[in-house]
């Protein structure tokens, strides 16, 4: 009985419409893009294959920094860890400073301190475990 009070009311509902009045409308196509790359994420990652291929960092370490670059919040804190370290370091090519006696980070040549970053791996790691245990990056990954 309920069955057919089902299919009678489904009958009714749909006996005016006819299938010309469907149109079928696709959603607009929406080109998904990931962020661009910044310099120092790339040179990070490249100082991280380099190491890796040296020995001098497990893959699981390796694995842990490339995931965590993804994060806007860790790359950021990675690096204003390695502009601090380049400050204070002292090396022969002195930090690019604005006129008001900022860092300019957009002069700093990335690609060519990958041997700094490689030193600056483990501090890095090391990182990478305090916003884990604050609960800002993945838990899963860290």
């Known amino acids: 009985m309920r ?10 509902c749909f006996a005016g419409t006819s ?3 469907v149109e079928v409308v ?3 196509a929406v080109e998904m893009k990931l962020p661009a ?3 120092f994420q790339v040179a990070l990652v490249d100082a991280v294959k380099t190491a890796r291929k040296k020995g001098e960092m ?3 370490q390796a694995l842990k920094v490339r995931i965590a670059m993804l994060s806007p919040a860790f790359q950021k804190r990675a690096e204003d860890l390695a502009v601090t370290q380049m400050a204070f370091a002292g090396g022969d090519d002195p930090v690019p400073m604005t006129a008001d006696g900022k860092v300019d980070r957009a002069s700093i040549d990335w690609a060519g301190l990958s041997a700094f970053l490689e030193k600056l791996l483990p501090f890095i790691l090391q990182l990478l475990d305090m916003f884990a245990a604050t609960g800002l990056v993945m838990r899963g990954v860290a």
């Not at 069955?3 to 009714?12: D, F, H, P, Q």
């Open 3 to 12: 069955s057919i009070v089902l299919a009678l009311a489904l009958v009714i």
């Open 19 to 21: 299938t010309a009045q």
């Open 26 to 28: 696709d959603p607009p």
């Open 37 to 39: 790359k910044t310099a």
């Open 58 to 60: 497990s893959a699981r």
